[in-house]
């Protein structure tokens, strides 16, 4: 297992991955609009989520990235703490596995990944 990376994503940078990605859906960015859609409040982008999983995959000095999959298992609020954990599925053939977890362990993202 490799050493997990914590990190909480705060309500400032989902509005500058908004700004960065185009993406500015109200879900993400307006309390409002968002609870009236049925959330406790505003969610991250996937994306946003996703890149903790590449950014620790660098960190753990794995190996450069050639592919990477994710499947999103749950929301992520602004605020809650996160851990990125992952682990060689097989190790020679740089394969591994990636999962963004809040301190609960409800599992918010999993994910594969390929390094050379």
Same mark, same amino acid.
């Given at each position: %297992? ?17 700004? !960065?990605? *185009? ?11 968002? $609870?009236?859609? *049925?959330? /406790?409040?505003?969610?991250?982008? *996937?994306?946003?989520?996703? !890149?903790? *999983?590449?950014? !620790? ?12 999959? !994710?499947?999103? $298992?749950? %929301? ?8 990125? /954990? ?7 053939? =740089? /394969?591994?596995?990636?999962?963004? $977890?809040?301190?609960? =362990?409800?599992? /918010? %993202? ?7």
């Amino acid at each position: %297992m490799f050493k997990p990376l914590y990190w909480t994503i705060t309500a400032e940078e989902i509005r500058e991955y908004a700004a !960065a990605s *185009g993406d500015f859906n109200p879900i993400h960015t307006d309390p409002d609009y968002a $609870q009236k859609a *049925g959330l /406790k409040g505003c969610i991250a982008h *996937g994306m946003l989520v996703m !890149a903790l *999983g590449s950014r !620790a995959i660098r960190e753990w000095g794995t190996g450069n990235l050639t592919s990477y999959e !994710a499947r999103f $298992q749950a %929301m992520t609020y602004p605020d809650e703490p996160l851990v990125v /954990k992952g682990s060689w599925m097989d190790e020679e053939a =740089g /394969k591994g596995s990636v999962t963004v $977890q809040n301190e609960k =362990g409800e599992i /918010k %993202m999993k994910g594969t990944f390929t390094v050379k």
